[in-house]
């Protein structure tokens, strides 16, 4: 009886936790329509009409694996990825061992579960931080956003925040979980460029309520990671800074101070006289150590390394633009069919008679613009396997026929897959909702897999499609990256799937910091030198 009485309070008490972690969902006090966007955007089927609660019920499945803990979701690549960033080994065992490393990550992740409750609250007050300053200025010219000069990021955004719920019940709209609204002043373009930016790739769509759901699901880790970043920018700026102590300050000859203001962007008004630019270097040293880390990311760091090159200031400037570059140099060895095949994916006109240049300029102009689902380009880079597969299940005869043939080459295959697809296309109803359905299956069972069971004839026949020389020697393995390189920027424009921005923004800041650590270093060997030098004078 006791022991019953003990279980009874157990479960009494273990309701009481469940009941104040409910109660204090943030969907709890979303409207109908926030919820069904949340689900949507998470691609979780829900039935309509539905009521509040099966809305609810439905969300609270699914809130902890989406909301709190989105890695859950991840495959092992993805998992063992995040972990190597953070700078944990996995051994191979453990890689394929997917609830270890979940593990792991939990243990790693960028909040708790609390703060994450939280923060699906206040939505206002994070989801802006990963927009562009121009993205923030044609956010507040579109709602008459008064911002005063100069409009720097910080006052743009501390402005868009504070009218945040005031543009949206203008519209009429919800503010807890945004509709389409917040990004009305975005382009298609733009929204690829978030994801393109943000290592978030951007599937072969067109619809402009896709990408908005695809920028708004990721919004949050986003803006997690562009926090650590910020984290790190602060400490690593700390711990420089905390080295340059009076000894060092005072060590320094006027040139010696005049040049670290310089080349760390210190305003030196004219005529100052040497204590007084050692006072502005102190000044500047105890607004770097009070942690003044404004909400722009360059702020916490921009200043000191201006005369360097601002590496802090425009990393993530600097990743967009490295991608750009990387993309510039692939599209410079394209054919002229493969170029049109590019700019056709995307349906952007080519003019009559275009020469080879306009084209990769019209591909250059259009590296973040998505592409249609499907195409003449979609059977590119799928494998015999997945041809056949979909050849026999097409309901093509003659396209069943040639997927049949032990002698078809892959050339063969890809005409009638494309000549079944279009057929499919043009009846419509249920035979292209078919050839859809099965096609996108085949595209994400195949994308891990891509050219791995190629030949090398097949390869270099690929390559030799975007007009890229195979150099003598080349081994399979390296026709292979090479083909997926190429592949990828096909389809994606300057994105890189398998990577994200944010690693090429840790080494370029990696670099700023050192160059400052250097500065301080040579201010420590000078103080150093000049204690030797009173020394030897007693």
Same mark, same amino acid.
């Given at each position: 009886?006791?022991?019953?009485?003990?279980?009874?309070?157990?479960?009494?008490? /273990?309701?009481?936790?469940?009941?104040?972690?409910?109660?204090?969902?943030?969907?709890?006090?979303?409207?109908?329509?926030?919820?069904?966007?949340?689900?949507?955007?998470?691609?979780?089927?829900?039935?309509? %009409?539905?009521?509040?609660?099966?809305?609810?019920?439905?969300?609270?499945?699914?809130? /902890?694996?989406?909301?709190?803990?989105?890695?859950?979701?991840?495959?092992?690549d993805k998992l063992t990825s995040y972990l190597q960033s953070k700078g *944990?080994?996995?051994?191979?065992?453990?890689?394929?061992?997917?609830?270890?490393?979940?593990?792991?990550?939990?243990?790693?992740?960028?909040?708790?579960?609390?703060?994450?409750?939280?923060?699906?609250?206040? *939505?206002?007050?994070?989801?802006?931080?990963?927009?562009?300053?121009?993205?923030?200025?044609?956010?507040?010219?579109?709602?008459?956003?008064?911002?005063?000069?100069?409009?720097?990021?910080?006052?743009?955004?501390?402005?868009?925040?504070?009218?945040?719920?005031?543009?949206?019940?203008?519209?009429?709209? @919800?503010?807890?979980?945004?509709?389409?609204? &917040?990004?009305?002043?975005?382009?298609?373009?733009?929204?690829?460029?978030?994801?393109?930016?943000?290592?978030?790739?951007?599937?072969?769509?067109?619809?402009?309520?896709?990408?908005?759901?695809?920028?708004?699901?990721?919004?949050?880790?986003?803006?997690?990671?562009?926090?650590?970043?910020?984290?790190?920018? #602060?400490?690593?700026?700390?711990?420089?800074?905390?080295?340059? @102590?009076?000894?060092?300050?005072?060590?320094?000859?006027?040139?010696?101070?005049?040049?670290?203001?310089?080349?760390?962007?210190?305003? *030196?008004?004219?005529?100052?006289?040497?204590?007084?630019?050692?006072?502005?270097?102190?000044?500047h040293r105890a607004d770097i150590l009070r942690d003044n880390v404004s909400?722009?990311?360059? #702020?916490?760091? !921009?200043?000191?390394?201006?005369?360097?090159?601002?590496?802090?200031?425009?990393?993530?400037? /600097?990743?967009?633009?490295?991608?750009?570059?990387?993309?510039?140099?692939?599209?410079?060895?394209?054919?002229?069919?493969?170029?049109?095949?590019? &700019?056709?994916?995307?349906?952007?006109?080519?003019?009559? !008679?275009?020469?080879?240049?306009?084209?990769?300029?019209?591909?250059?102009?259009?590296?973040?613009?998505?592409?249609? %689902?499907?195409?003449?380009?979609?059977?590119?880079? +799928?494998?015999?396997?997945? &041809?056949?597969?979909?050849?026999?299940?097409?309901?093509?005869? $003659?396209?069943?026929k040639v997927g049949e043939s032990s002698s078809a080459t892959r050339d063969?295959?890809?005409?009638?897959?494309?000549?079944?697809?279009?057929?499919?296309?043009?009846?419509?109803?249920?035979?292209?909702?078919?050839?859809?359905?099965?096609?996108?299956?085949?595209?994400? $069972?195949?994308?891990?897999?891509?050219?791995?069971?190629?030949?090398?004839?097949?390869?270099?026949?690929? +390559? /030799?499609?975007? !007009?890229?020389?195979?150099?003598? !020697?080349?081994?399979?393995?390296?026709?292979?990256?090479?083909?997926?390189?190429?592949?990828?920027?096909?389809?994606?424009?300057?994105?890189?799937?398998?990577? @994200?921005?944010?690693?090429?923004?840790?080494?370029?800041?990696?670099?700023?910091?050192?160059?400052?650590?250097?500065?301080?270093?040579?201010?420590?060997?000078?103080?150093?030198?000049?204690?030797?030098?009173?020394?030897?004078?007693?």
């Amino acid at each position: 009886m006791r022991w019953l009485s003990v279980f009874s309070l157990g479960l009494a008490a /273990d309701a009481v936790v469940a009941s104040n972690w409910f109660s204090k969902a943030a969907y709890n006090k979303w409207h109908e329509t926030e919820l069904e966007r949340w689900l949507s955007d998470n691609d979780i089927p829900y039935p309509t %009409p539905a009521d509040r609660k099966d809305l609810e019920n439905l969300i609270q499945k699914n809130w /902890d694996s989406y909301a709190v803990a989105p890695y859950k979701n991840w495959d092992s690549d993805k998992l063992t990825s995040y972990l190597q960033s953070k700078g *944990v080994e996995t051994k191979e065992s453990a890689k394929s061992n997917k609830d270890a490393l979940v593990s792991q990550v939990a243990n790693t992740w960028y909040e708790t579960e609390d703060k994450a409750q939280t923060a699906w609250t206040d *939505v206002h007050e994070w989801i802006l931080d990963t927009w562009t300053e121009s993205s923030l200025k044609a956010f507040a010219d579109k709602h008459g956003i008064p911002v005063p000069q100069p409009r720097t990021r910080d006052t743009l955004l501390q402005k868009a925040r504070a009218n945040y719920e005031t543009i949206a019940k203008k519209a009429g709209e @919800t503010a807890s979980y945004p509709g389409d609204w &917040l990004y009305d002043s975005w382009s298609e373009s733009d929204l690829k460029e978030w994801l393109d930016t943000h290592g978030f790739p951007a599937p072969q769509i067109t619809e402009r309520n896709k990408l908005i759901a695809l920028v708004r699901r990721n919004s949050r880790l986003a803006y997690l990671r562009l926090q650590e970043q910020k984290a790190s920018a #602060s400490a690593s700026a700390n711990a420089a800074y905390a080295t340059l @102590t009076d000894k060092v300050i005072d060590a320094w000859s006027e040139s010696q101070l005049k040049e670290f203001c310089d080349k760390n962007g210190i305003n *030196v008004p004219q005529g100052s006289k040497v204590n007084e630019v050692r006072a502005i270097v102190r000044k500047h040293r105890a607004d770097i150590l009070r942690d003044n880390v404004s909400a722009s990311a360059s #702020s916490a760091f !921009g200043a000191a390394t201006s005369k360097a090159g601002n590496q802090y200031a425009k990393a993530t400037n /600097d990743a967009s633009l490295a991608a750009q570059d990387a993309f510039n140099s692939a599209v410079n060895t394209w054919s002229e069919s493969r170029l049109k095949s590019y &700019l056709d994916a995307r349906g952007v006109p080519v003019p009559q !008679g275009s020469r080879t240049d306009q084209l990769r300029a019209l591909v250059r102009r259009n590296a973040h613009k998505a592409a249609h %689902p499907y195409g003449a380009w979609t059977w590119d880079d +799928l494998s015999y396997e997945n &041809l056949r597969q979909y050849l026999a299940n097409s309901g093509n005869a $003659a396209a069943k026929k040639v997927g049949e043939s032990s002698s078809a080459t892959r050339d063969d295959l890809v005409d009638a897959a494309q000549s079944a697809y279009s057929s499919a296309s043009s009846a419509g109803g249920g035979s292209y909702a078919s050839a859809t359905s099965y096609l996108l299956h085949a595209t994400e $069972a195949a994308k891990k897999s891509t050219f791995d069971t190629w030949s090398e004839s097949e390869l270099k026949a690929y +390559l /030799d499609s975007y !007009g890229v020389p195979v150099p003598q !020697g080349s081994t399979v393995n390296e026709l292979r990256a090479e083909a997926r390189k190429q592949s990828t920027y096909f389809k994606y424009g300057t994105t890189n799937p398998a990577s @994200t921005a944010f690693a090429k923004i840790g080494e370029n800041v990696k670099d700023a910091y050192q160059w400052v650590v250097d500065q301080l270093g040579a201010g420590s060997e000078a103080a150093k030198k000049k204690a030797g030098d009173v020394k030897e004078e007693l």
